[in-house]
């Protein structure tokens, strides 16, 4: 069975330019889960989709990043415009259903110069 | 609301001995505990989890934790370090009711094992 898949692996931009983040959840995995992972510190929730709904977003800031998982199952997180401080590793994660055990993806790092 | 504080950022052992990782935590709602596991460059990995059964659980590796309700500690151990064990551990407390399913992680316990 495959895993979670994310690409790129790495990003590279300049400060004030978008970038993209894709996530493909494992098969039939219903709850779908952005994180945003700082040096030295645990994930940090951004934002958690059952199905195609966002149900858990009030740690994304919403005045630059969004967040999309048209039809419910991949999964897109933006950001516009990108600023140093989010210079981090993006992870993705999945799950049957909410609370149950959490699959994550390898991750995307970000270094915004 | 939750919350895991995990009471050491790192721990240093040497190969063959055991490994305490300590995880408190609070949760408003009866609670999904859970151990992760980052090595480098690796995406996190399932150590264990606790839902509702056995206080006493066991996951891969070796490693086992134990759910004390009246500590809200989940302090993850192996009775022997191995030097592939050297990672990063995280863990992650999912309050289980009020409808919102928010995973908290803790900041991480770095392990370190010498030969």
């Known amino acids: 069975e495959a895993g979670v898949v994310q690409s790129p692996r790495y990003k590279i931009i300049e400060k004030k330019q978008p970038v993209a983040f894709w996530c493909n959840p494992i098969?039939?995995?219903?709850?779908l889960y952005w994180y945003l992972q700082n040096l030295g510190q645990g994930p940090e929730l951004l934002i958690r989709y059952e199905n195609e709904e966002a149900v858990d977003d009030s740690q994304l800031p919403k005045d630059r990043f969004s967040a999309e998982r048209l039809k419910g199952v991949d999964s897109t997180l933006k950001i516009q415009p990108a600023e140093l401080g989010d210079s981090a590793v993006y992870l993705c994660a999945s799950s049957l259903q909410g609370g149950e055990t959490q699959y994550f993806g390898p991750g995307t790092r970000l270094l915004v110069l | 609301a939750q919350s895991v504080t995990q009471l050491d950022s790192h721990v240093s052992v040497s190969e063959g001995t055991p490994v305490l990782l300590r995880c408190n935590y609070s949760?408003?709602?009866?609670?999904?505990l859970f151990w992760y596991v980052q090595h480098p460059n690796k995406g996190l990995q399932l150590l264990l989890k606790y839902t509702s059964a056995a206080t006493l659980v066991k996951g891969i590796n070796g490693f086992e934790a134990e759910f004390k309700k009246s500590e809200t500690s989940f302090h993850l151990t192996k009775p022997s370090a191995h030097m592939s064990d050297a990672a990063e551990y995280f863990c992650?407390?999912?309050?289980?009711?009020?409808?919102?399913?928010?995973?908290?992680f803790g900041r991480g316990t770095s392990l370190i094992v010498h030969p």
């Open positions: 098969s039939g995995h219903n709850t």
């Open positions: 949760s408003s709602y009866s609670p999904s």
């Open positions: 992650v407390v999912i309050p289980r009711g009020g409808g919102s399913y928010i995973p908290t």
